[in-house]
């Protein structure tokens, strides 16, 4: 198993830009989720997915958009890039609720 | 704002040393978890700890919780240089909606 890859690994971007950062994990989980982590703090929930076709917002959603139309797949989308967006970024699934995470090698997003 | 916060914040020992660290928290929570992260890496799940425990061990890891206080403390023994981490809790509130928060971390690092 793969478990949780993330795609790109760093991404330079500039203001006003939009991009997709992609998530898949092959191991059935139910649950999957986006973070980020700024420099000195902990990682901190941008949006969630309870499973195929369902998600809700994390506590930072604003300037962010995902679905997931599969088991395997929950991409985040950046609609327009701002500098306060430059981060990295987590993806993580848990088989059932917010149980045991695993999580993504990260993806590093540069907003100029 | 971040349900937790991790004390000390940076933490320096001698290989063979214990490390402890502490996680306070806010809102009632369905269960506690601890995570590392090491430099640059996605975050590895340690162990998790239900409401209703007290105490748990996996390995050389002792973890406590405390839910009349709001904390709980993460006990690593015998501390190995590969130990060198930052160590994160991570909670499922409850009574807040579904969310799951991360907090601030602990920097640990493990002299040679």
């Known amino acids: 198993n793969a478990g949780v890859t993330q795609t790109p690994k760093f991404q330079v971007l500039k203001t006003g830009q939009s991009m997709t950062l992609q998530c898949a994990q092959d191991m059935n989980h139910e649950y999957m989720s986006w973070y980020r982590q700024d420099p000195g703090m902990g990682l901190r929930l941008i949006h969630y997915?309870?499973?195929?076709?369902?998600?809700d917002q994390g506590e930072v959603p604003n300037g962010y958009n995902v679905s997931r139309s599969t088991t395997e797949d929950f991409p985040l989308r950046l609609l327009s890039a701002a500098p306060s967006q430059t981060s990295v970024y987590f993806c993580?699934?848990?088989?059932?609720?917010?149980?045991?995470?695993?999580f993504g090698p990260g993806t590093r997003l540069l907003v100029l | 704002s971040q349900q937790g916060e991790e004390d000390p914040q940076a933490l320096s020992i001698q290989e063979g040393e214990n490390a402890t660290m502490n996680c306070s928290y806010k809102?009632?929570?369905?269960?506690l978890q601890w995570y590392r992260q090491n430099s640059g890496r996605g975050l590895v799940h340690l162990i998790l700890?239900?409401?209703?425990?007290r105490e748990k061990h996996s390995g050389r890891l002792r973890v406590t919780l405390d839910t009349s206080k709001k904390s709980s403390s993460l006990l690593i023994t015998a501390s190995r240089a590969a130990d060198t981490a930052s160590y994160f809790c991570?909670?499922?509130?409850?009574?807040?909606?579904?969310?799951?928060?991360f907090g601030t971390g602990t920097s640990l690092t493990v002299i040679p």
């Open positions: 997915s309870v499973g195929a076709g369902i998600t």
């Open positions: 993580a699934s848990s088989y059932r609720g917010w149980e045991t995470q695993y």
């Open positions: 700890i239900r409401s209703n425990e």
């Open positions: 991570a909670t499922d509130a409850r009574n807040t909606g579904n969310q799951f928060y």
């Open positions: 809102t009632s929570i369905n269960n």
